[in-house]
Structures are given as structure tokens and as C-alpha cells.
């Protein structure tokens, strides 16, 4: 599976943005698909993923104020992000979990300004 990513940019403390990955094969055949960030220096950490069943998952700092979500019909998983906080600037990876392969999209910019 091929996985490109879109949506990083600029935005105000308090504000959102949706990061959208679209995905070369069928995402109901993919175990899990989820959204990974990484600061520098940082070990990568995992934002949010879902399961091809449809469960949700987050990492506690992200909680009540990202959603993930997907869309079947157009392989797309998407990460609406609200309330953003400079905490959260980081590159955002988009990542595939399938027949025991680990395949990531290429990084995209999130830059929250205080």
C-alpha cells in the first residue's frame, strides 16, 4: 500500500486543521490505519488510529479534541484537530498496519503558533 498524506500547515493556537491520507488499496483490509507525530528529538508517538473494524484509539494528550475518521468508499482516513495547542506542532505521519507490515506516508507540517 502507497499512503499520501495532506493537510499539515500554519494555525493559531485554538484553531483546527484535518490532515487527510489516502491509501492505494482498500482500507477495510488494513488492520489498523492511524496518525503518528514526531518532534525533534522526540521518540515518534502515536496520535490516533483506527481498526478496520472501526475502533478508535488516542493518546491521552489528544483526547476530546482530535477525532479520527474514515472513509471506506474513498480509502481515505482523515485526523480533524481542534483546540490545537503549540504543544501539538510536530510532523504528522500517516502509518498502515497490514499482513504484518508497518508502511508509512510521508510526513506532513503541523505548526501551531502561541
Known amino acids: 500500500v502507497q499512503l499520501q498524506a495532506s493537510g499539515g500547515g500554519l494555525v493559531q493556537a485554538g484553531g483546527s486543521l484535518r490532515l487527510s491520507c489516502a491509501a492505494s488499496r482498500r482500507i477495510s483490509s488494513i488492520n489498523f490505519m492511524g496518525w503518528y507525530r514526531q518532534t525533534p528529538g522526540k521518540q515518534r508517538e502515536l496520535v490516533a488510529r483506527i481498526t478496520n473494524g472501526g475502533s478508535t484509539e488516542y493518546a491521552d494528550s489528544v483526547k476530546s479534541r482530535f477525532t479520527i475518521s474514515r472513509n471506506i468508499a474513498e480509502n481515505t482516513v482523515d485526523l480533524q484537530m481542534s483546540s490545537l495547542k503549540p504543544e501539538d506542532t510536530a510532523v504528522y505521519s500517516c502509518?498502515?498496519?497490514?499482513?504484518?507490515?508497518?508502511?508509512w506516508g510521508q510526513g506532513t507540517q503541523v505548526t501551531v503558533s502561541s
Open positions: 502509518n498502515a498496519f497490514y499482513w504484518g507490515r508497518n508502511v
